[in-house]
């Protein structure tokens, strides 16, 4: 037999597709950078065009403070990033106990985080109405917050259908959504935190 021969015996590898769903949530989170870069985007050129920032204003004294509240709470947010993608090794081992017991654990944890920031609102001393300062900062960290909840909600119908068996090493598609959508929450935070909590 030819080499020519052998070679055409032989079937081509080829790779999956990528699930339509999966292909969805990717598109879905790369339109989402578009719209906190327009956002990062307004900020900056609002602050480059300020003489002082925060602008003054009776409510608005000082920046923001990073710590402790605002540090703690992003420690909480990047462990949950962590703590998902243990599930997804978990999941992909086959191993659905260890799979639940790390949802459950980023469940909790971006809870904490979120009411972490609402009590940050509460404890702030200005609004969204309080010089571009406020309307920036409670624009920004507000799509955010909703965001983290759209997510935590993802991760809890994740927990259902683990629940009901239907995440398994061979299909878990929907968890692999999940986790980007989860990690592009973290990394805009980690933005977020540095440019209105650290820049000064």
Do not use: N
């Not at 990062?40 to 204003?57: E, L, Q």
């Not at 629940?163 to 973290?186: C, K, M, N, P």
């Amino acid at each position: 037999m030819s080499v020519e021969a052998t070679h055409a015996a032989v079937p081509a590898r080829r790779r999956d597709p990528m699930p339509a769903s999966l292909l969805g949530v990717i598109l879905f989170v790369a339109s989402e950078c578009v719209f906190f870069a327009a956002l990062f985007g307004a900020y900056f050129t609002i602050r480059s065009h300020a003489d002082v920032w925060p602008p003054p204003s009776p409510k608005i004294t000082e920046g923001l403070k990073a710590w402790p509240l605002p540090t703690i709470a992003t420690t909480f947010l990047i462990l949950s990033s962590v703590t998902m993608q243990y599930s997804i090794w978990a999941i992909r081992r086959g191993d659905r106990a260890t799979m639940m017991r790390f949802l459950k654990i980023t469940l909790v944890l971006g809870g904490i985080f979120l009411a972490m920031q609402g009590y940050d609102y509460a404890t702030l001393g200005f609004s969204i109405h309080d010089t571009v300062f406020g309307t920036t900062f409670f624009t920004m960290t507000g799509f955010h917050g909703a965001h983290v909840a759209g997510g935590l909600v993802f991760i809890y119908l994740m927990l259902a259908r683990g629940w009901s068996g239907q995440l398994t090493r061979e299909d878990h598609t929907g968890l692999e959504a999940a986790a980007i959508y989860w990690h592009f929450v973290d990394i805009v935070w980690i933005g977020l935190f540095s440019t209105l909590y650290l820049l000064k």
